[in-house]
């Protein structure tokens, strides 16, 4: 699952979302919607990468709604540091 895993991360760079990624269909639809925004994302493509990476506040934000949602669904027991 390490690879869904990143590309999560690299979708938060462009959508709010918090997925199930449980089973390995679940793991391509990640990729697929991250390939909605970034058409030529493959793994590991320094070009694609960086463009990614030009949205790294979004996904900051976005990876801070993640969290929070985590807590107040009970998924994760934890006093969160202030998002600010």
Do not use: F
Request: aromatic share 8%; proline share 5%; hydrophobic share 40%.
């Amino acid at each position: 699952m390490t690879t869904a895993c990143l590309e999560y991360w690299m979708l938060l760079h462009y959508e709010r979302t918090a997925p199930a990624i449980a089973s390995l269909a679940d793991k391509e639809c990640i990729k697929d919607r991250l390939k909605r925004h970034v058409p030529l994302y493959e793994k590991g493509v320094y070009d694609v990468t960086c463009e990614i990476a030009e949205n790294y506040e979004t996904a900051i934000e976005n990876g801070k709604w993640t969290l929070i949602s985590l807590v107040d669904d009970g998924l994760i027991e934890q006093e969160l540091p202030p998002l600010n």
